[in-house]
């Protein structure tokens, strides 16, 4: 981008001094000459203002768009990742249930086996 305007400014400004020059080449008296060159100078800059409002009325148009498609993208991102963290979390969930339910199975399964490993004592 910085590039273009660097390139536009010096096609300009070689235009404005490839104009003067000739002009001070031109037959004509000095008077003639210097309305000449501060007409084609005007002109000139007056391109060079046309161009340079249409250059940054586009790299304002160009980066509004860019904004607004980085956060486009950024809120797609951010819903997808929220949409994954749910779905992890449900399924963190589902297994700590299950889980519990397997815990407290071995829990009954063990106090089973030690109340009928245990001996009856006799007593005496």
């Known amino acids: 981008m910085a590039n273009t305007g660097s390139t536009l400014l010096a096609l300009v400004t070689g235009a404005a001094i490839g104009a003067a020059v000739g ?34 009325s586009n790299l304002s148009s160009k980066a509004k768009k860019a904004r607004y498609d980085f956060e486009t993208r950024l809120e797609e991102t951010l819903s997808s990742a929220s949409y994954k963290a749910d779905e992890i979390l449900s399924a963190m969930e589902s297994k700590l249930e299950d889980l519990r339910k397997q815990n407290a199975k071995l829990q009954k399964d063990v106090k089973s086996e030690t109340s009928s490993n245990t001996p009856n004592q006799a007593v005496v």
Request: hydrophobic share 20%; aromatic share 8%; proline share 3%.
């Open 23 to 56: 002009l001070l080449y031109a037959p004509e008296s000095g008077d003639k000459t210097r309305k000449k060159i501060t007409k084609e100078s005007k002109k000139a800059q007056d391109q060079f203002n046309q161009k340079y409002k249409e250059t940054s």
